[in-house]
Structure formats: structure tokens, C-alpha cells
């Protein structure tokens, strides 16, 4: 057997027709996916965290550790400046969360010395739990090499990170520079690629919307299942090419009766020729031939490989 890819889903955030926080909907979504998935990010950035007040952020949380358990839940308390990560964070170890994630400091730029200070003060407020940097260049316009990754993991106390956008690439070097640590991808599209460079899985928003997919794939990997394996990834393949926008996962849950597609932030929702493609891969989902297997849920990183994995194939 291979250690399986940890799959974290890094949950939308699902909202009523008014745009409040739909709270029933949300922990609708959250039950599903975290009865297959290994757990969920909560308010990250699938989760339009920065259209949410503190409150929101909080209740989201409060909501997932009730139905998930600390163990599962990774609760993103990230902001632009440290008070306001630190206060979160001292909110969410308050609520039960043991593991929480910081985006890096965004919209100013941050010197090394800054970003170590920065998580400093979070470790402060938040001294017993699991503190991961998520560290998305295109998004924060903050790049940070390994180098400094792996200053920062070690003055801080890093149990690991989420790298997206260009620092998934990375991820090889980041694992490099700081073994040991626990390093998910937000690039999604392929889990064994992500655990050949070193990685230990996935935070992952198309996840939300097709958990299903990810974790047939991931418990194939976990049993050696090469055939399998490549089966699944061919799925995941076509999920792939619709894209990851927030407007298209939600338009997949509407479509399965898991959520509306009202967003507070632009989105990117998919046009008529788009919706009709993500409407046949649901299609295909919601017939599914599922064999009976256990349950791929576990807690983070110790995962084990899984025998009678899912066997997915979507109608064409």
C-alpha cells in the first residue's frame, strides 16, 4: 500500500437568495463532503472569505467542527494584517478548532522579517493549535520562495502549508527546504502528482462540488490501484477542463441540489455552452454505478490505504 493523498475540501460558501450566510445549506453541504473527503477548509478563498464579516467566518466554523470534528477542520482565519488573523485565530482555538490556516499578509507588500512577525503574533493568540501558512502569489501579491518558507515554518512553528497558484509548482522545492512538514496543493488536478513532488495532498475547491471523484481517486492511489487510478483521473481530467471558478462549483451544486449560485464576490459563472457542460458531467455523477466500500474519511495524515475504492464512471 501507498499513503492515499489527504484530500481537505476547501468549501464554498453557500449563500440564500438575499446574499446572507444560508447556514441550513451550508451544513447540508458540509455533512456530504465530509463523509467522504478526509475533511473540510472552511472560509478559505472558495469560501469568499474576504465578503465575510467576522461573525460569518466564525459561525462557518463553529458550524463545520460541529459536524466534521476538530480533527477534520481547518478553519482559514487569514486577513491583511496580523490583528485581525490573531483575533480570529484566538476566536477559533475558542470555538474548538485545532487547526487553523493563514493566508499571508496581501495588498501591501511584506519584507521576510514581517511575514515571520506576522505569524508570530498568530501563534501567539493561538499558542496549541496546527498553524498553516496558505501561500497563493497571484492572489496576496506576496511571493515567498522555500528559503523563506522554511525561516518562517521554523521561528513559528508550522505544522505545514497550503501552496496555490505558482507555489503549487513549488512544491517540490518547499518540500525540500522544509522537510517533514505537511504540504498540501491547491492545484487539485492531479493527486499523485502532487504526492510524487512531496506533497501530502490536497486542499481542494473543486472538490466541494464533486467529492465523489476525489475520493475514488485518492483510495485507488492509497491501494496501488493503477488501473483504477487512471480511470478516476480520466474523470477527474474532464472536471478538470470546466474550470475552478467559485460561479461554475456553485452551478455544479445547484445542479445537484446541493446549494444555490448566489455569490457576494465576482465569480465567474459559467455561460449557456459551459453550463451545459458541467450539466452532463453532473448528469453522469448523480447516476453513478458505486460498488458498497468503507469509508475514505479519516483523520489528517493518517491515512491508509483503502481496498474496494469507489468505482466511478460517468455516463457519457
Known sequence: MSPAPVVFSAVPTLFSGDGEVDLDANQVLYKHVAGL???????????????????????????????AGPDRVIAHIGAPDARHSARLARAAAALGATRIAAITPYYLPARPDELIAHFGQIREAAVDVELYAYIFPERTGLRVPSTVFAALAGAVGLAGAKLSGSAADDL???????????????DDSDPAATMRAGGAGLISGRSGAYPEVYAALAAALGACDAEGAARHQLVLDRIVALGASIGRLKYALQLRGLGGTTARMTVDPPDASLAAAIADV??????????????????????SGVSGAPDLKIAR
Open 37 to 67: 473527503l478526509d475533511g473540510l477548509l472552511v472560509a478559505g478563498t472558495t469560501g469568499e472569505f474576504p465578503a465575510l464579516d467576522d461573525a460569518e467566518r466564525l459561525a462557518l466554523i463553529e458550524l463545520a467542527l460541529a459536524e
Open 172 to 186: 517540490a522545492a518547499y518540500a525540500a527546504a522544509a522537510p517533514g512538514l505537511r504540504l498540501f496543493s491547491g
Open 282 to 303: 453532473v448528469a453522469g455523477l448523480l447516476s453513478l454505478c458505486c460498488e458498497p466500500a468503507a469509508s475514505v474519511a479519516r483523520p489528517l495524515i493518517q491515512r
